[in-house]
């Protein structure tokens, strides 16, 4: 196991696992945390798995491992890798079985004041229109032909169908459709999966929450994105649902039998891979993005469903109650970007899993809207606790494959969460604090409880200081609904 | 040796150690287990089979292409099983389960990864540990 002096601190908030640490390693491991984050660390398998992840064939120096990290498997959450196009390998477990599971921030002009009385209203309204919880099957039934359309349009299939608006599209990563997605590398047993699961949010760690904005750290940022102190803001934490954990399935199976034809030889086999170049690799990608696409789209249609429950609670008693888009992002991804190294473009594939894209101003992969200010990073809290909202800076460019935290990090075990939290005194607490609950099942929410999860504002102003971010806005959780 | 399984500490996600004396056994009690980890009840007015078949290359291979067999019939269907008949044939696995429709699921698995997985002798058997992503 590793132990605190194998590891370099280069500053209070950037340390390293150098590349001779273990023979196998391909590269160093770079940690952007604090010291006592990094104890934290070390008290699961998160380092372990950040130095098997150095050992993917092409990875580039270094991988990075931002300070709400987590023991996962195979990969660690909070890990980033990219690989070489040349020779390297993309590899489904560093992705994520929840393909592009991401967030999207809706800002608005409605004044918590104003509002306050008609939460509860407005918190039942979401709850109904927007279905979640385990095994529930949304409003739009697709047929076969329909999802291999999601799967090509990703947010684009909603435009078509007056769900969405041209600003919301602009407003996402990718414009809500990646390239290169081709459903008929997706398995039959995926796309059953997927007939009836769009529009959910499912269950999980997965939420719909109404927040207020209560500080504003950047004027000029959150002017450009919309967001005003004392008003509200609606954010959405989903996925692709069953579709893309069907896909990831398929594809780590398939995988174990083909690695060894490679040659490649690895510490876990949960990290297996196909260069990128080989039908095995370009396969995965193309299916990869049709679950990313169904993600996109997927969130589109659930702020859909919450523009329909904040007009049925608000109209006739706040005259603006309309949402817009502020930005949405994924967190569990392999995209293939362009980056400068040593001051020359190398094109490589970066894997994110638990962790968020975060270019900087400037980037010609933003709209023109936030190519002044950076990219909008999205940082939800847990329940009870703080969200945040970021920019992406020339920092992250040049020393996290432009890459942010994404969420405070757990550091308790769901099965220790439950033994320590009741879930019908969690929803009693968080109500006396003046969040309005809605959750389907209460040993779910204990598991989910704040104390389950590290301190998100100690994970902010870890990546705020080391620079690979900078603070836009904080937000404060009004009404949470969970699956 | 006695067969069985028990949840083991995962920060983020779920751990189940399984025993069993043999390779079947083992695979009975990760369905078993993994099935409870979701907290299922089903139904008492109406029973149902499936059948699963498997391939894989490697022993570990087959308990994870069988168990993400299971995760899918309940997912699709929304039923779920308690009871299992396997038969090995090398490395192609024969499974008959018996169930019901769900009363109800408390938790969803989104799948059953390889994560450090190994399916070790012991004295009387065989044990693994299975990491489900949740």
Request: net charge negative; proline share 4%.
């Amino acid at each position: 196991m590793i132990r605190l002096q194998d590891i370099n601190k280069i500053n209070d908030y950037e340390w390293e696992i150098p590349q001779s640490y273990r023979n196998d390693m391909r590269v160093a491991v770079r940690l952007f945390v604090t010291h006592r984050l990094l104890e934290d660390a070390l008290g699961d398998r998160s380092l372990e798995q950040a130095i098997n992840a150095a050992t993917l064939p092409g990875v580039m120096q270094p991988v990075v491992v931002m300070p709400d990290m987590h023991q996962g498997y195979g990969f660690p959450i909070g890990g980033v890798a990219a690989t070489r196009i040349t020779d390297g390998v993309v590899s489904p477990g560093a992705i994520g079985y929840d393909i592009n599971c991401g967030v999207r921030l809706l800002g608005s002009q409605i004044d918590l004041g104003a509002v306050e009385p008609v939460l509860s209203n407005l918190a039942d309204a979401l709850n109904r229109r927007c279905p979640s919880g385990v095994g529930v099957a949304g409003e739009y039934h697709l047929k076969d032909a329909e999802l291999d359309q999601v799967c090509r349009l990703g947010a684009r299939w909603a435009l078509r169908k007056g769900l969405a608006t041209e600003e919301d599209l602009l407003r996402t990563e990718e414009a809500g459709c990646l390239d290169g997605a081709d459903p008929t590398r997706v398995s039959s047993q995926a796309k059953k999966r997927g007939l009836n699961q769009l529009g959910t949010l499912g269950a999980g760690n997965h939420f719909i929450e109404v927040d207020v904005v209560d500080r504003v750290f950047d004027a000029r940022a959150a002017q450009t994105m919309g967001l005003q102190e004392g008003m509200l803001a609606l954010q959405i934490h989903c996925g692709s649902r069953g579709f893309g954990h069907q896909i990831c399935t398929d594809y780590v199976q398939e995988l174990q039998s083909t690695v060894h034809r490679y040659g490649i030889k690895l510490p876990d086999r949960e990290l297996v891979c196909a260069p990128l170049d080989s039908p095995e690799g370009k396969d995965y990608l193309a299916a990869m993005r049709s679950a990313a696409n169904y993600a996109f789209c997927n969130r589109q249609l659930l702020a859909h469903a919450a523009r329909l429950a904040f007009e049925e609670a608000l109209a006739g008693v706040f005259g603006n109650w309309r949402l817009h888009q502020v930005y949405d992002i994924a967190h569990n991804m392999g995209k293939i970007e362009t980056h400068l190294v040593d001051g020359k473009k190398v094109k490589v594939c970066v894997h994110r899993k638990g962790a968020t894209r975060a270019f900087g101003p400037g980037s010609p992969e933003l709209p023109d809207v936030y190519r002044s200010i950076g990219q909008p990073v999205l940082v939800p809290g847990s329940m009870g606790t703080a969200s945040w909202v970021l920019v992406g800076t020339t920092e992250s460019m040049s020393r996290s494959w432009g890459s942010s935290c994404h969420g405070a990090g757990r550091v308790m075990s769901r099965s220790q969460a439950k033994r320590e939290v009741r879930g019908d005194r969690l929803r009693h607490e968080l109500e006396a604090d003046g969040i309005h609950i809605r959750a389907g099942s209460l040993p779910g929410l204990a598991e989910e409880a704040p104390r389950a999860y590290k301190d998100v504002d100690e994970v902010v102003e870890t990546v705020h200081a080391a620079g690979i971010a900078r603070k836009v806005a904080r937000l404060q959780p009004v009404i949470v609904i969970k699956g | 040796m006695r067969s069985g399984y028990k949840e083991i500490q995962h920060t983020a996600d779920w751990a189940l150690q399984v025993w069993a004396p043999d390779l079947t056994g083992l695979m009975q009690q990760a369905a078993l287990g993994m099935i409870a980890l979701m907290g299922a009840r089903l139904r008492h007015d109406r029973r149902l089979e499936r059948t699963i078949m498997v391939s894989a290359d490697d022993n570990e291979s087959l308990l994870v292409a069988f168990l993400n067999s299971i995760l899918y019939e309940m997912e699709l269907d929304s039923v779920g099983f308690d009871r299992f008949e396997l038969k090995l044939d090398g490395l192609k696995l024969h499974a008959r389960l018996a169930g019901a429709p769900l009363l109800e699921l408390q938790k969803s698995i989104k799948a059953v990864t390889f994560h450090n997985l190994e399916i070790r002798p012991v004295e009387a058997g065989l044990e693994t540990t299975i990491v489900f992503d949740v």
